[in-house]
């Protein structure tokens, strides 16, 4: 009988039936939460594509039509591309706008008295987008007028196709973003902007 039992437990260690499943079972969560985790970013990049590519549009249509193309329309046009994408998605849209493209996402002009590249101490700043405080940004929000060279930017948020957000800690929505800059067309001559100067605090 005890050789019997001897003899049966050897076999048992050395019966490897059933082990892939095992194995498997193992393998399977970290290999799903990695094709989630892919396949998210690629239907994220692919919508990234999708908006970028309606921006792109939208500046070729306002530079060829500008009589015809009104900036709603505009905004029509780059959702319902976004939405044929992403059907739950939240379109939002800023437009900034600037006296040359050389302006574009350019911090205000200070002097810098104190030499610590920050603008303080009472130092004084030309307020060019005319809101009182010295900025990172030295454009106006809205379309400006003739000429001017515009920041036209997109933001799309939906929620995530995988619930990825469920296993790692990352929000539950996705916010994609594209910028194309615009000229508005020359129907005038371009307002010459005076700075105001300021003094930082």
Known sequence: MIIQFASTMRKLRRDESGVTVIEFGFVAPVLCLLLMGMFDLGFQAYAQTNLSGAMQEAARKSALEPTVITTNQLDAEVTEAIQAVVPSAQVS???KNYQTFDDIDKPEDFTDNNGNGICDNNEPFEDL?????WDQDRGRNGLGGARDAVLYTASASFDRVFPLYGFIDIP??????ASTVLRNQP??????RQPVVGYCT
């Open 172 to 177: 539950s929505t996705a916010t994609i973003s």
């Open 129 to 133: 987008n005319g809101n009182l405080n």
């Open 93 to 95: 849209f800023e437009r």
């Open 187 to 192: 129907y005038d001559e371009q307002t010459d």
